[in-house]
């Protein structure tokens, strides 16, 4: 987890052009985002594709973070209103000529940041995970599910969950805690030892 201050100052060089110092400062939340791209519209290879765009748009625009919030919590904004354009986009796509397709894909590779892409055997491996976990947290007790949710759909941090429940800090860590053991429980039983969880 990164300090405030830590934050502060890969903000800083972030905002002067250091490409390397926002991927530092989004590494820890890129796949949050695109574990709620992926639940927004149930494809891995569009959900990679928002990441993307969510990344390039927040480091295009980092000067409109102003700092009222958290960062975390401005780039889920991003992702968000990437998500839901996305949406809207496919709704009304139009069939591609062949340069705009051209056009697109040379203006994304100019612009795209160095942040490695999943292999496409791990893609399939975490799509096949992903259903095992929305079906471990379905299964969850409510107390559980609604922190984990908040946790890992939502993007609060442990702060935010206390302000949005009441909890204290202490019991939302316990639940937290809790809930990733059940659900690494149901999983390692459907999946065996071991398995992974994104929560």
Not at 66 to 74: C, L
Not at 85 to 97: E, F, N, S, V
Request: aromatic share 6%; hydrophobic share 40%; glycine share 4%.
């Amino acid at each position: 987890m990164i300090t405030k201050a830590q934050e502060s100052k890969l903000l800083d060089c972030a905002r002067q052009g250091d490409e390397l110092a926002f991927a530092q400062l989004v590494a820890p939340l890129r796949d949050r985002i695109y574990w709620r791209a992926v639940k927004a519209v149930r494809d891995l290879d569009q959900a990679e594709d928002i990441t993307q765009e969510t990344l390039l748009r927040g480091f295009t625009r980092l000067e409109t973070f102003r700092g009222d919030s958290r960062f975390s919590s401005w780039l889920y904004m991003v992702a968000s209103n990437c998500i839901r354009m996305h949406l809207r986009k496919r709704k009304r796509r139009p069939a591609l000529r062949l340069q705009d397709c051209v056009r697109e894909t040379e203006l994304h590779s100019r612009h795209s940041l160095e942040i490695p892409k999943k292999l496409p055997d791990e893609m399939a491996i975490e799509k096949e995970m992903f259903m095992g976990i929305e079906q471990a947290m379905s299964q969850l007790p409510p107390q559980y599910g609604n922190i984990l949710r908040l946790w890992v759909e939502d993007g609060m941090d442990l702060k935010d969950i206390h302000d949005e429940c009441g909890l204290s800090i202490a019991a939302i860590k316990s639940r937290l805690h809790r809930a990733r053991k059940k659900m690494k429980d149901s999983l390692e039983a459907e999946y065996g030892s071991g398995a992974l969880i994104a929560a």
